[in-house]
């Protein structure tokens, strides 16, 4: 409508400059560069004037400047611009296909018995590839509430064989529209299911398909909330007199962790956050008179949980002791073991270069002839 508006502002200023150009003069009103989208349209506000003498009806169309043959796709509609001296050429492309559309137009009027104006003027249209995006609109999801989330795809004109496609999570899908907005045309995708866990962090996907070919898309990744779950995995155990707890809760907005039962807890919990898991750790020394259980306190703005924990007596030394006699055990085993096997080493290699330096008796065995009555050979080692 704005646009409209100032269309017609600029008409009526051309008006009243007509002095200047003289009312017997073809002249033309548009833009001279137009660029748009594969798969979508264009369109375009335009305004000609003619000699007042010029005999009606007059028949007007646009076509590509290397053709003057008049070019199908390009359409005309009404703007409602129109004055008693300014005649409309508004046109529309629809929908536009990269290198087909692209080129440059002019307007050519008919009238009377085969009289023929072309404007010198041209438009010059470019199309380029489909990059405009949808947009998802996504409230605000909890576990077990029903939730509807839209894709808008907002463009000028009602463009053919546009359709939504969802992936990321299962759902039931359903299109409206088109709906019109001034000056534009809005085609809207819900998309209905109920968030479960292992939707956080999930990323859903809108796509767009125009002529069943062209393709857009928006993305957006999904928090679902849902209230603190304390996992059975948490643990306090008592050593001697030091008391070790471990809570361990999941829970989208991560929960804060309590201890409402020890003694300005807040001093001793060590907390660390993955994803949507939290740890939180105490210890704490010298405590007298534990109960047989903890309570651990996991709350979040959806819901508030509790779990007692059970408190595990330990009478062997500390972990931390007993680590660090497991480590000695292990670097004496170690050294040892390296002994052994350095003196097996040795020992291998010592009696293979023995053996290959002592005399094979083979090797010096000589034969020698005695001239004694039995004629024996005496044999003779060197």
Request: glycine fraction near 4%; charged fraction near 25%.
């Amino acid at each position: 409508m704005l646009q409209t508006l100032l269309f017609i502002l600029a008409v009526n200023k051309m008006t009243n400059c007509e002095d200047s150009r003289g009312l017997n003069d073809f002249f033309i009103s548009v833009k001279e560069n137009v660029t748009g989208e594969e798969g979508l349209c264009i369109r375009e506000q335009c305004a000609f004037r003619v000699p007042q003498n010029l005999s009606e009806p007059i028949k007007k169309s646009w076509f590509k400047e290397d053709s003057e043959n008049a070019t199908a796709k390009v359409q005309f509609y009404h703007s409602k611009a129109e004055s008693p001296i300014w005649k409309e050429c508004s046109f529309m492309l629809n929908p536009l296909v990269l290198g087909e559309s692209d080129g440059e137009y002019r307007l050519k009027l008919e009238w009377g018995q085969g009289n023929v104006h072309i404007f010198p003027q041209t438009v010059k249209i470019t199309v380029k590839e489909l990059t405009q995006k949808p947009k998802i609109n996504v409230p605000r999801l909890t576990i077990g509430q029903k939730a509807e989330i839209s894709c808008i795809f907002t463009i000028k004109c009602l463009v053919p064989k546009l359709r939504f496609a969802w992936t990321g999570i299962e759902g039931k899908e359903s299109t409206l529209g088109p709906r019109g907005v001034p000056g534009w045309n809005e085609f809207t995708s819900i998309f209905r299911f109920h968030p479960k866990p292992k939707d956080h962090n999930t990323k859903l996907t809108c796509k767009i398909i125009v002529q069943d070919r062209i393709q857009t898309e928006a993305a957006v990744t999904l928090e679902v909330r849902y209230a603190p779950e304390i996992l059975n995995s948490s643990r306090c155990v008592m050593w001697g007199d030091e008391l070790s707890c471990m809570c361990i809760s999941s829970g989208v907005p991560l929960p804060l962790i309590q201890w409402p039962t020890l003694d300005d807890p807040t001093n001793y919990c060590s907390t660390y956050r993955k994803n949507t898991i939290i740890i939180c750790n105490i210890s704490i020394s010298g405590i007298r008179n534990v109960k047989d259980t903890i309570e651990c306190i996991a709350e979040n703005v959806i819901a508030t949980t509790s779990m007692q924990i059970q408190v595990h007596n330990q009478t062997e030394t500390p972990k931390a002791n007993l680590g660090l006699s497991m480590s000695w055990i292990f670097c004496t085993l170690s050294v040892v073991l390296n002994i052994i096997f350095g003196s097996c080493t040795v020992v291998l290699c010592f009696n293979r270069r023995k053996n290959r330096e002592k005399p094979k008796d083979v090797d010096h065995v000589y034969m020698t002839s005695l001239k004694r009555e039995e004629s024996v050979y005496e044999t003779i080692k060197v």
